[in-house]
Each structure stands twice: as C-alpha cells, then as structure tokens.
C-alpha cells in the first residue's frame, strides 16, 4: 500500500493514542477524559495533522499533573489556569512554563484574565496568547513586581555578562501593570537576553517601565547561536509610570510598528547596549511623555517615525552615528509655559558627542524650536523643513563642521537657515588652466606666504587673499 501523508498521520495517531492509553493512571477500563479517538484522528481535539505532518500533541500529562518538555504545545488550562480576573493563577502558569522548559516548546494561554504574580519564562519556551483582546495577564495586587521576567534576570542585570535567556517570544496577548494596586513597583516585562521575538503585545498601566530589556554590548554569543538582536514587532506600550520601552540591548536589533504613547517617562528609550538598532515605522505620542523618543546609544537608526509631542521634546540625540530619516516631529504649538521642541541635541556620556548624525525629516507646530543645536558636536548633516507658525526654527548654534539645510519656509527665504561646513585648500603647484567659462580656485605658496587664487581659462591668476 502506498503510504500518503495522510496515511502516515493517522497511523501516528494511533500510535500516539495507544502510548497515551497505556501511560494513564486507570480506575477499570476507563479512557482519559475529554479525549476521544474520533478528535484525535480529526484534529478537533488535542491532535491537529496536516499534509506531511506525523501530528503534535498538546501535550501529554501525567497523573501528577507534569508535562514531558518534548517541544509540544502545553495548554495552561490543563495545569489548573482558570483565568478568571480573580483566581491566583501564578502556580499554573508557572508550572506550564517550567514543563517546556526541559525542550522548549510553546505555552498557550486561551482567552481570558489571568491573575498572576512574577513569571519565569526560559530560552526556547513560546508564550502564546489568544489574541491582544482575549488573553490578559493582570498583575495580582500587593506584587509589587514584574509581570514577566526572563530566566536569571536578577542576577544578569548590570553585570554585562553574555548569558540570559535566548530563542523564546511572547506573542499575542496583553500585560496589565495593575498600578493602582501596586504602589511598589512593578514591569509589564524585564528581560537580559537575546535572540528574542516579541510580537502583538499590549503593555499598559505598569507603576515603572512598560518594557524593560538589557544585554551584554559583547560582538560574540554562546554557541549555538543564529544572531543576537531582538526582533520587536507591533508592540504597543502605554500609560506606564516609566518608559514605554527602556531599550538597553541587545544590540542591532529591530523595531517595526511600534506604538508607545502617554507614558510618564521616555516613549522609546535606547539606550545602554542597544547600539545598531534600527526603527521603522513607530509612533511616540502624548502630554504625559516627556521625550517621544530619546537616542542614547551609538548608531541607532530610525526611519519613517513620528515623534508627536504635546510638550517635551520629540527626538532627543545624545550619541554618534544616530540617523532620524523621513517621517515627522509635530508639536502641539504649545502658547503657555511649557517648553516645545522637534529635535533637540544634548551632551553625551564622553566628550564629542554627539556627532556624526543624520537629521532629514519634516518638523511642525514646536512652540520653543524645531531644533535645539545647542550641544551639537560636529560632523552632523541636519535637513528639515519646518512649518512653525508662531515658534521659532532653530535655537542654539550649529557646530562648524555640521552641514545644516534648514527651509522655514520658501516664500520668506530670510528665514532660512543653510551652513555648509568649513573646508580647507592646501598649497599645490600651480596646475593647468581651467576648462571654458570656468574659474579654479586655489592654494600656493609664495616667497614662502600661503596665498588664495583665481585662475582663469586664459591662465590669468589673481590672488584673493594672502598672509
């Protein structure tokens, strides 16, 4: 007989089901609940086939209660998860979380609130949820403390050590802070580690960070490894005491729809060891936020952002090599006293910074200034078009060495402000004349004096300036 996909699925199947019959504690000749052979052979129950696939179960539990960590998916609700918004749920959770520990695997958490104190989620282990809107996990009151935090989190933290937790992601789900009764503290997420997936997670109403993630600044990994950045994709963090995101590596990671709004702190904070990292369609917003985003590590690069501030300052630069390309930072045209501005550059950590950065963007409606040069180290290439009824372009002064192309507007091009940098013509032998209707402008010494010339097409050189 040939053997078809399909054919090879049910007869593992039946297999899997047999394994399962024999391993269960049995009272007479009773079959393990809830489960029937039509749903495992139909995949309307714990088994789902598909064409060339032998099938993976949910998950395989003892009578103790204990899963075997071989990869499957492990359902929480067969740990004893009610999610209910009131049951203590942190046992549960816990111990699905510790059963894909051994192998990894991933942990699904259906529709619901779960009420949880701190959870350990491990490398390798996949935290699914039902959807933003169906699977809470809320933050049990009186914790005081991270809703989820990676494996040896407390005692990687600041030590820029290479280990943490790696290859795991959450997805599809929402962390609430329950602030209100947690006066103490508490994180949606704190994380040292790499390699990591977030993805379609809501963070809101945290006493501190919405997001907190740090790693080592180190160019080499453990072994096995495929890349160290985290991938953070659709993530929506808001009305946290903290930052949005406090973004401390790991490094050359990458950010794409991203959301943090009305946060107390910084929108979106990178920082520390999170050099190389690139954003890409995000979105800070809100009166609370004091920095929509702030770019406190070397070369982060962001692309087609929006900085909306309602006060405060929209992209704050403190380190070299940071690019904001494209987009937009639009104020709120604030009249009272608070302080509005688009860009604005500040000292770095060591002296000379920052510099080296790329500003090219539109800027609006920023009451104090557009930009804020007044730290600005040099070798910077800034070009903006402004819209600022009422504000003024730019404050402070740009370095010498930066290129500045500022249009305020083009019907008042007294307003506007372009400074090209500062360049130097050495002394050279005289060279040959210049092409047809051209004039070259030159260094040489004479009598030992550096002189500034003209030449022109018949060989004519008139000196312009000279010791």
């Known amino acids: 007989m040939r053997v078809t996909p399909l054919t090879a699925?049910?007869?593992?199947?039946?297999?899997?089901?047999?394994?399962?019959?024999?391993?269960?504690?049995?009272?007479?000749?009773?079959?393990?609940?809830?489960?029937?052979?039509?749903?495992?052979?139909t995949g309307g129950g714990a088994l789902v086939l598909g064409a060339g696939v032998t099938?993976?179960?949910?998950?395989?539990?003892?009578?103790?209660g204990t899963a075997p960590g071989d990869g499957s998916t492990i359902d929480v609700r067969r740990f004893g998860a009610v999610g209910d918004g009131r049951t203590d749920d942190t046992d549960a959770l816990q111990g699905a979380l510790d059963a894909a520990r051994p192998n990894g695997g991933l942990v699904y958490l259906p529709a619901g609130t779960y009420s949880t104190r701190k959870l350990r989620l491990y490398s390798r282990v996949h935290l699914r949820g039902a959807g933003g809107d169906a699977t809470i996990l809320k933050l049990r009151d009186g914790a005081n403390s991270a809703i989820i935090e990676s494996d040896g989190f407390d005692k990687l933290t600041g030590t820029d050590g290479t280990g943490g937790a790696s290859a795991f992601s959450i997805r599809d789900l929402t962390l609430d802070g329950n602030k209100a009764k947690n006066p103490e503290g508490g994180y949606g997420l704190r994380l040292y580690g790499y390699g990591y997936e977030l993805s379609e997670v809501i963070i809101f109403n945290c006493r501190q960070d919405g997001l907190y993630s740090e790693w080592s600044g180190a160019s080499g990994l453990p072994y096995p490894s495929h890349q160290m950045e985290a991938r953070?994709?659709?993530?929506?963090?808001?009305?946290?005491?903290?930052?949005?995101?406090?973004?401390?590596?790991?490094?050359?990671s990458m950010f794409v729809n991203c959301l943090a709004f009305e946060n107390k702190g910084i929108g979106f904070r990178m920082a520390g060891e999170s050099h190389g990292s690139s954003m890409v369609n995000c979105h800070g917003w809100g009166v609370a936020q004091v920095v929509s985003f702030h770019l406190a590590a070397l070369s982060v690069g962001c692309v087609n952002c929006y900085a909306d501030l309602n006060g405060g300052v929209g992209v704050r630069i403190?380190?070299?090599?940071?690019?904001?390309?494209?987009?937009?930072?639009?104020g709120a045209n604030h009249v009272g006293n608070r302080r509005e501005i688009g860009v604005q550059f500040v000292p770095g950590p060591t002296s000379?910074?920052?510099?080296?950065?790329?500003?090219?963007?539109?800027?609006?409606?920023?009451?104090?200034?557009?930009?804020?040069?007044?730290?600005?180290?040099?070798?910077?290439?800034?070009?903006?078009?402004?819209?600022q009824p009422g504000g003024k372009g730019w404050i402070g002064k740009p370095h010498p060495t930066t290129r500045?192309?500022?249009?305020?507007?083009?019907?008042?091009?007294?307003?506007?402000?372009?400074v090209s940098p500062a360049f130097e013509l050495r002394a050279q032998e005289i060279p040959g004349p210049p092409g047809e209707s051209s004039v070259r402008v030159f260094a040489?010494?004479?009598?030992?004096?550096?002189q500034l010339v003209a030449q022109f097409p018949n060989g004519d050189i008139k000196v312009l300036a000279a010791e």
Do not use: M
């Open 444 to 450: 040489r010494t004479v009598d030992g004096a550096t």
């Open 352 to 387: 000379g910074e920052p510099s080296g950065c790329v500003v090219d963007t539109k800027i609006q409606n920023c009451r104090t200034a557009a930009i804020d040069f007044g730290s600005d180290a040099g070798r910077s290439h800034v070009r903006a078009y402004l819209t």
């Open 232 to 252: 953070i994709t659709a993530i929506r963090s808001h009305h946290n005491d903290g930052d949005g995101l406090n973004f401390n590596g790991p490094h050359d």
């Open 404 to 418: 500045v192309e500022v249009v305020e507007s083009l019907a008042d091009v007294h307003k506007n402000l372009v």
């Open 55 to 64: 099938g993976a179960a949910t998950g395989y539990y003892a009578a103790d």
């Open 9 to 41: 699925a049910v007869e593992a199947s039946r297999r899997w089901w047999e394994q399962l019959r024999d391993k269960w504690p049995r009272t007479g000749e009773e079959e393990p609940p809830s489960i029937s052979r039509r749903a495992v052979l």
């Open 318 to 330: 403190t380190r070299n090599g940071c690019r904001w390309v494209g987009g937009i930072v639009l």
